[in-house]
């Protein structure tokens, strides 16, 4: 009888490396380790070759930059979604693409189970569960983290040494970073405590603010159907794009976020988030809308983001309501094109200007020179139809009051 198949969702960090051992021994299983490239800062051959040396068989490493930018990146943005009005929500969005992978990966294996190494009051032990759940319900997801005896990292690290599991780290970092092309999330440390300025250590990616240069930067981001294609007027792809979009925002101190947010299991949470790029993007993305798209489509389009970053947040990107949500936000960003000019100014961006071939703007109907075409005499008759059920309502109870 053959052994049953594990794949794992592998960092190369303390916890998988760890699960990986512990799983082989608790399932007598082939552990095959699965990792996803979304732009993290990583050694991706010295993950692979750790993998092995941690006991998996088979280690993948799939580069999904160009698949996470185009396929759910730009989606969200063009959704215009921010977590509680914020949140570009990088590892949110980054979620559900590993999941996909991880689900490949195990049907190609012909695997029998899953594993990821979510803390079991996290979010991202939801978002990779029901995301197994419908695209791969057959498969048995485990979470090693929730059921294992360890009750600390020293604990974790004992148990490596004796099993000759190579570990780099000894003592604990004070925080704990995720990384992709959309942005960082930090958390831990001090950082659990809201009442306590983050401490500049905690930021791994933005200059402060504070020694950020003296004279403004200025970017103009080009958009088509609502996807930035230009940066400064030159055509990118989006992994150039945002590379270096990053690179330049993250000089002027662009994209430091402290949120405290409801997390999806019910308890609040203080991060930080550090996300230059796509701050600037969702900035520009929003002022184009705002020239382009007509009253009651921008004012119902704002409903519609706050519900598909829930979606998201939520790890629900698979689901139905997300699906039919998307085709709407898609629908209505046939005319985002156009240029947006943002200045950088130590943390902080201004709009200078914003342009398209599709602008609403019509500049002799809201000028007050000489050139004003509107007909002023059309807002009376306007008014008095606009305001007659809020004057009937009045007058009828008015009258109620008055025993009329």
């Known amino acids: 009888m053959s052994k049953p198949k594990i794949v794992v969702a592998y960092s190369g960090g303390l916890d998988t490396s760890v699960m990986v051992q512990w799983l082989h021994d608790k399932f007598d299983a082939e552990i095959i380790t699965a990792s ?11 993950v692979e070759k750790k993998a092995y040396q941690t006991g998996a068989s088979k280690a993948y490493v799939v580069d999904l930059r160009e698949e996470f930018m185009t396929q759910y990146v730009w ?3 063009k959704a215009s979604a921010l977590y509680e009005g914020l949140y570009p929500m990088a590892t949110s ?15 190609k294996e012909n695997a029998d189970m899953v594993a990821h190494g979510c803390t079991g009051k996290g979010n991202d032990q939801v978002r990779f569960e029901v995301g197994i759940m419908t695209l791969a319900p057959h498969l048995k997801v485990l979470a090693p983290l929730r059921d294992w005896e360890f009750k600390s990292r020293e604990e974790e690290i004992d148990y490596a040494l004796a099993k000759g599991i190579p570990v780099s780290a000894t003592k604990k970092s004070p925080y704990s970073y995720d990384e992709n092309l959309w942005g960082m999330s930090i958390e831990c440390g001090v950082l659990e405590d809201p009442k306590v300025s983050p401490p500049e250590d905690a930021y791994q990616l933005t200059k402060n603010p504070k020694d950020a240069p003296d004279q403004p930067g200025v970017v103009t981001i080009g958009f088509e159907a609502g996807i930035p294609v230009s940066l400064n007027g030159k055509k990118l792809d989006a992994i150039a794009l945002i590379t270096e979009l990053n690179k330049i925002t993250s000089e002027h101190g662009i994209g430091r976020l402290d949120l405290v947010e409801n997390r999806v299991v019910g308890i609040k ?3 930080i988030y ?12 929003s002022e184009l809308e705002r020239l382009v798209l007509d009253k009651e489509t921008f004012r119902y389009k704002e409903h519609v983001s706050h519900q598909v970053a829930n979606l998201i947040y939520d790890g629900l990107w698979f689901s139905p309501l997300f699906k039919a949500l998307m085709a709407f936000v898609d629908s209505t960003q046939e005319h985002v094109s156009g240029e947006v000019t943002i200045e950088l100014f130590k943390g902080s961006i201004r709009t200078l200007a914003r342009t398209s071939p599709y602008s609403l703007y019509s500049e002799t109907l809201a000028t007050y020179t000489t050139a004003d075409k509107f007909n002023h005499k059309a807002s009376e008759g306007f008014i008095e139809l606009f305001g007659l059920p809020y004057k009937v309502h009045s007058q009828v109870h008015a009258g109620v009051k008055a025993g009329k």
């Open 36 to 46: 996803g490239d979304l732009g993290q800062r990583e050694d991706w051959a010295a």
């Open 75 to 77: 989606p969200a943005l």
């Open 93 to 107: 969005i980054g979620r559900p693409l590993l999941a996909k992978m991880l689900a490949d990966v195990a049907i």
């Open 269 to 271: 949470s203080r991060e």
């Open 274 to 285: 550090e996300a230059p790029g796509a701050t600037v993007l969702h900035s520009a993305h």
